[in-house]
């Protein structure tokens, strides 16, 4: 197995968490890649979606790619995302409540999503 380099953008504890439970998650299926995490402005070519709001961005091949979002959360939200492409899920809290998949290669993946309210609650 390959060693996985996750690079954060930024040292936001949000962001830092997000680089752990992404890099908790490829070990545990026994993949690899060179990831970089951080806010759309820290990457000139991924532009934000409509204006304010949780917006994120997935771009990734074989070999890594790029987990960013509008902010330190939606970071957070890119990276369960990919996970759940993956195939990953959590059907309950504790470890016993997480689903694990087996891949083989890590897919190539291209999407963007935006919150469809701005405020999350009441």
Known sequence: MDTTCIQTLGSDPTIQYAAAELTRCLKATGTSGDFQ??????FPGLAAQGAGGDALAVETTASGGILAGSNPRSVLFAVYTYLRELGFAWVRPGSDGEVVPKVD??????????????????
């Open 37 to 42: 995490l951080g806010l759309f402005a820290d």
């Open 105 to 122: 290669e890590l897919p190539a993946i291209s999407l963007r999503d935006q919150a469809s309210y701005r405020h999350r609650g009441i």
